[in-house]
Every structure is written in C-alpha cells, then in structure tokens.
C-alpha cells in the first residue's frame, strides 16, 4: 500500500515517497514519476518518446504501454518487459520500506531483460502443445490476527497474454479484500 493510501485510510504519518522524499507516494510515482524509476525509465524509454510516456494518467500510460501488438525487439516483446520492469520497481519500493535497501538501476533493468528475454525464447519454442498437471492444494490459514494473500496467474502460450489477482483472507478464510 503507497503512503497516500496509508494517509488516506490514517494509518500512516507522511503521504511522501520514502525513496525520493519527494511529492506524494502514489502508484504512478512508485512506477513512474520517483527518481529512481526515472533513472530506470531514462535508460529503455527513448529520449522523443519520454514526453508522452513521462505525461499520461496511471490508466492511460498502463494501457499504452502493454498493448496486445506492438513494439517488439529482436529479444523480447516491449509489454513483457514493460510489465516485468514495474514488477521491480514495485519489489524495490518495497525492498526499500521493509528492508532499507535499494537496488541500483543497472540491476534492475539487467534483471527484466533478462526475463524478458527468457520468455520471448520460451514463446519461440513453444510448439502449442500443452502439458497440464494437477496438483491438489490445501489453503492453509494464517496465524491469528494476520491476513494471508493468496495470487495466481496464466500466460496464454499463444499469444503471450497474461493475467494475475490475488485475495486476502483471514485466518478463518474469510474473504478481506482483493
């Protein structure tokens, strides 16, 4: 949860970025607008098209920028790393708050490259044939007085689409949130 939402639900003291310090720590910021993304952003966005993708609302620059077709490098597919890059900026941010430690930019774009290209390679050799295994899984509950997030996700092999969610339940499994 960023600090404007803490601040917002008064459970937090500042609404700043605990990154930057500066301006409030909204979603858009974590992934975007904060120093450090901008340091991240500076190196893969080119310098004519950083107007536009630096100026749009959180909705907008999320849609633009993982369409279905578009830019697509010799080793990779522009919305697989765009979306793996927010990824890590989101655990950065993170990283950040619960552990005071931030990753260096150079690592963070080495990182989603490399994923980046891993699935653009798993993608080229996959001969749409699908392997399914089931596995039976039992929720276990959290301690109490905790909360437990639950997420999955899907790639459609095909076409490369992906999706993922998550729920929180308490330690009755009653549902939270999500």
């Known amino acids: 949860m960023t600090n404007i939402e803490r601040t917002r639900r008064h ?9 930057c310090g500066n301006g409030d ?28 993708f630096l ?6 620059w999320l849609s633009s920028n993982s369409p279905v077709s578009g830019f ?5 597919y522009w919305r697989h790393l765009f979306g ?27 990182s989603a490259w ?8 798993s993608h080229s050799s996959v001969h749409h044939q699908t392997h399914r295994v089931a596995t039976n899984q039992r929720w276990c509950p959290p301690s109490t007085d905790l909360l437990k ?19 929180f339940r308490d330690n009755e499994g009653a549902w939270v949130v999500g």
Not at 27 to 45: E, G, N, T, Y
Not at 55 to 60: E, Q
């Open 11 to 19: 459970i937090g003291m500042s609404s700043s970025c605990p990154v």
């Open 25 to 52: 720590e909204t979603i858009l910021h974590v992934l975007r607008d904060c120093l450090s993304a901008r340091m991240v952003w500076s190196q893969l966005i080119p310098p004519h098209h950083s107007g536009s």
């Open 55 to 60: 100026s749009s609302s959180l909705l907008d």
């Open 72 to 76: 697509t490098g010799e080793e990779f």
């Open 84 to 110: 793996i890059i927010i990824l890590h900026l989101w655990k950065q941010r993170n990283n950040f708050v619960f552990k005071g430690q931030i990753w260096s930019t150079p690592a963070i774009i080495h």
């Open 114 to 121: 490399s994923w980046a290209k891993m699935i653009y390679t």
């Open 149 to 167: 997030l639950n997420i999955d996700a899907v790639v459609n092999h095909a076409t490369l689409d992906a999706a993922g969610g998550g729920v």
